[in-house]
């Protein structure tokens, strides 16, 4: 029964984020079409620049909906622990494309900011009609960093989170073709590409921090001491566990697999051991949220340090 209800929650945590990566992905397409054509058309760099970091999150979105998919595929022989450490590395995809086309941004901008420094006779005020689409993006970005946030925080996937600090990113970048915008059309036509280069640094602060979090998820980063609390305070009503000797826990996606080392009494026997171990097994799986397996061994412990 237990089970089957696991079972139920994963394919409902993996609906709600597909529907987040589906959704985020339209988003994404509509706002690369606008944001690239009226960049071009408009005369505005920054809008431009924006609109090929919309079109690389097409790109990666497309790739994290199918590292999604791949990563609800029950477990088998070969990968007895499920498919779940797909999300981290859809997350490393995800870092990888943004810090990619930062760098490609920046440089792109600042050549133009040199550009039109060298000669200002170049230089052409954007539209307004870019400006607003700047200004749409910022608001549907808004609304969908906020709901995204929302279902990362109730799936604990690290793609989903990835792409809502993705839309938290795009929310600045607008912000940045908006500024650059309005101050071309006052006079200074330099600051709209410069609003590019700022726009591309923030990119790229975004992508590094997804990627060292996913990568630390794929090197086998140990759970910090909330964890070790959080396992000292559930186990502290269970009777005869003397002491909590070790804690090993491993991620596998969203989930935990725990190796637990306990002290007991050195006088019990191995069947009141195995059923204080049994005890602990299913108490930290009922008390703490997305631990999928514990492995419990116990030891006698000494006179001395009781």
């Known amino acids: 029964m237990k089970t089957a209800a696991h079972e139920q929650q994963a394919a409902q945590r993996n609906r709600r984020s597909m529907c987040a990566v589906q959704v985020g992905l339209a988003a994404n397409v509509l706002l ?15 809008l431009l620049a924006d609109g090929i970091n919309s079109t690389s999150d097409v790109a990666y979105g497309i790739v994290v909906s199918i590292f999604v998919r791949l990563s609800a595929k029950p477990a088998d022989r070969e990968h007895p622990y499920g498919h779940d450490q797909l999300e981290s590395v859809a ?22 900011v040199h550009t039109l420094l060298s000669n200002p006779d170049q230089a052409q005020a954007a539209s307004l009609t870019a400006l607003g689409i700047a200004l749409f993006a910022i608001l549907l970005k808004t609304g969908l960093s906020l709901w995204t946030y929302t279902v990362s925080r109730a799936t604990n996937h690290s793609a989903v989170l990835a792409l809502a600090q993705d839309h938290r990113n795009d929310i600045f970048a607008s912000a940045a073709a908006a500024v650059g915008i309005l101050f071309g059309r006052w006079g200074f036509a330099w600051v709209d590409p410069l609003a590019g280069a ?6 790229l602060r975004t992508g590094v921090e997804i990627l060292r979090s996913a990568t630390d998820d794929l090197m086998d980063t140990l759970p910090g001491r909330e964890l070790a609390q959080e396992i000292g305070a559930a186990l502290r009503d269970v009777y005869g566990v003397e002491e909590i000797e070790e804690v090993h826990a491993h991620r596998f996606g969203p989930y935990l697999m725990v190796n637990l080392t306990i002290g007991v009494d050195g006088g019990i026997s191995v069947a009141a051991g195995d059923r204080i171990a049994t005890e602990v097994e299913a108490t930290l799986l009922e008390r703490i949220e997305f631990l999928r397996r514990v492995y419990v061994h116990y030891h006698p412990v000494s006179c001395e340090s009781r």
């Open 198 to 203: 700022v726009v591309a640094i923030i990119i």
């Open 91 to 112: 997350s490393v995809v995800v870092g990888a494309f943004v810090i990619t086309t930062a760098i490609a941004i920046f440089w792109n901008s600042v050549d133009s």
């Open 32 to 46: 690369a079409v606008l944001k690239a054509s009226v960049g071009i058309l408009g005369h505005s760099p920054a």
